[in-house]
Nanobody
Framework: QVQLVESGGGLVQPGGSLGLSCAASGSIFSIYNMAWHRQAPGKERELVAEISRGGNTYYVDSVKGRFTISRDTPKDRIDLLMHNLKPEDTAVYYC?????????WGQGIQVTVSS
């Protein structure tokens, strides 16, 4: 089975920075798009940032200029660098990959922005 393993979450003060990483492992034949989604309490899960195999990126408007997604394709890994974090960024963040022709999700990692 393919696994997506997230790391780097935690508690940070407003205005602070945090980095998330997601590594795919297992029997991987192909990975196309990879992305970070998040789900805040009582809210629907939303796409935060996405990156293609060729490095093209997309960001939801609320994080543009603050978050950066990057990808190391040979290592099947993506990172999300988050700056100037706001309380509304508090959520469980989920790694996503289009792997082996289907959708794969990580287990989720908590990011809490609070004083």
């Amino acid at each position: 089975q393919v696994q997506l393993v997230e790391s780097g979450g935690g508690l940070v003060q407003p205005g602070g920075s945090l980095g998330l990483s997601c590594a795919a492992s297992g029997s991987i034949f192909s990975i196309y798009n990879m992305a970070w989604h998040r789900q805040a309490p009582g809210k629907e899960r939303e796409l935060v940032a996405e990156i293609s195999r060729g490095g093209n990126t997309y960001y939801v408007d609320s994080v543009k200029g603050r978050f950066t997604i990057s990808r190391d394709t040979p290592k099947d890994r993506i990172d999300l660098l988050m700056h100037n974090l706001k309380p509304e960024d508090t959520a469980v963040y989920y790694c996503y990959a289009d792997v082996n022709g289907g959708d794969k999700w990580g287990q989720g990692i908590q990011v809490t922005v609070s004083s």
